[in-house]
């Protein structure tokens, strides 16, 4: 009895196994998994290059002292606005004013002898006229009022000089402008050669300069976009440049490329290219680094499609393109330049197909998705 009980268990229990075996071989198959795509489209793409420049003044003009002397008096507030002509130094001005009373003296002495010259010079002519003197009296007369004559014309002239370096121990604005931190104090000597010291400078910002270095390959690429780069051409085209300043904010206003060197430097294969900028609210000052950036073509009919789509490895790049049916196809991509967090896609896609956007580690070639198209956009700035 007890041989047949067991039996009876052993083949019950052998029942069950094969049963639950049964149901494990016919379990259904994960649904698809579920990814984000992105629909391409074609649209006009406008590729640009960006340098790295630095601002200057229309205008950067040093203040130096054109005399020496001690520094006696500043007339301005550091980092305000100056108009033209407005006194900035005054230096010691006595040892002028010395040398300036020292020279109408000898203006004066000069004059006072040219007077006796001349006063001779008439008492004798009519003599000389009667011969009751000398010719010879006569040209000496004629001699010294003409040597007189030129001595106080060289004394003039020497008294002039000095007042105009009188007039250096003032210092005045030579143009409207923002001044900077005066390099000087009062008490300093200053104005010594060989190495005057440079007071301050006074630069005008209504229009801001920005120099720049290219490359020869991407001078070339701009050149053959806009043809003519002599500057008389340049003058007359629209601004076509924008300014992106340090905070990567867009300056308000756009600027015209001022003038292209003449030559490319040998020593680093780079060109020095200047260009200009409005400047109405003085929110640019000299000195700042910024990024300038210039449109050099328009692709036209180009894809966008997002980076993180493109898959790269050992230098090929792929995407999975999802067809009608919802199955995943892996493809190879021919890439062009990147455009803000896209990539510009040269080759392999066309218009209206659908590229994995979000999932792509759940995804194999010939596999079903469930795709749903993405908000690129709305994604972009929640991450940002």
């Not at 997002?306 to 090929?316: A, D, I, K, W």
């Amino acid at each position: 009895m007890r041989f047949k009980t067991i039996g009876l268990i052993a083949c019950m229990s052998f029942y069950l196994f094969a049963c639950s075996e049964k149901q494990a071989t016919q379990a259904p198959p994960p649904p698809p998994p579920d990814v984000s795509v992105v629909e391409t489209q074609a649209q006009d793409v406008p590729l640009y290059m960006e340098f790295v420049g630095q601002t200057s003044g229309l205008k950067d003009i040093a203040i130096r002292a054109r005399v020496e002397g001690f520094l006696e008096g500043l007339h301005f507030q550091e980092g305000a606005e100056i108009k033209k002509g407005d006194l900035l130094y005054t230096l010691e001005s006595q040892p002028f004013e010395e040398k300036v009373a020292a020279r109408m003296s000898n203006v004066a002495e000069a004059e006072t002898m040219l007077a006796k010259a001349k006063g001779d010079l008439g008492r004798i002519k009519p003599l000389a006229a009667i011969n009751a003197v000398s010719k010879s009296d006569l040209d000496e007369a004629v001699a010294a009022h003409e040597a007189w004559l030129s001595s106080v014309e060289a004394a003039k002239a020497t008294l002039r000089a000095t007042k105009i370096e009188l007039s250096y121990t003032k210092i005045y604005s030579p143009i409207d402008g923002i001044i900077g931190k005066t390099k000087a104090k009062v008490g300093d000597f200053v104005g010594r050669e060989p190495n005057p010291v440079i007071l301050n400078t006074v630069s005008q910002v209504d229009t801001i300069l920005v120099t720049f270095f290219i490359t020869e390959t991407q001078y070339l690429a701009i050149a053959r976009e806009y043809g003519n780069m002599d500057p008389k051409g340049l003058e007359d085209r629209e601004p076509n440049l924008e300014l992106i300043l340090i905070d990567s904010s867009v300056y308000g206003h756009k600027g015209n490329t001022d003038f292209v060197d003449r030559e490319v430097d040998t020593t680093t294969g780079a060109l020095l290219v200047q260009a200009s900028f409005p400047n109405p609210e003085k929110l640019l000052r000299p000195g700042q680094f910024v990024r300038v950036k210039i449109k050099v073509h328009t692709v036209e009919d180009g894809i966008l499609i997002p980076q993180r789509c493109v898959m790269e490895l050992q230098g090929l790049h792929n995407v999975y393109v999802v067809d009608a049916s919802n199955k995943a196809e892996i493809r190879e991509v021919t890439v062009g330049p990147k455009v803000g967090s896209n990539w510009l896609i040269t080759d392999g896609l066309k218009p209206g197909e659908r590229v994995v956007y979000e999932g792509l580690q759940k995804v194999k070639d010939g596999v079903e998705v469930k795709p749903t198209v993405a908000d690129v956009n709305s994604t972009d700035q929640e991450k940002k």
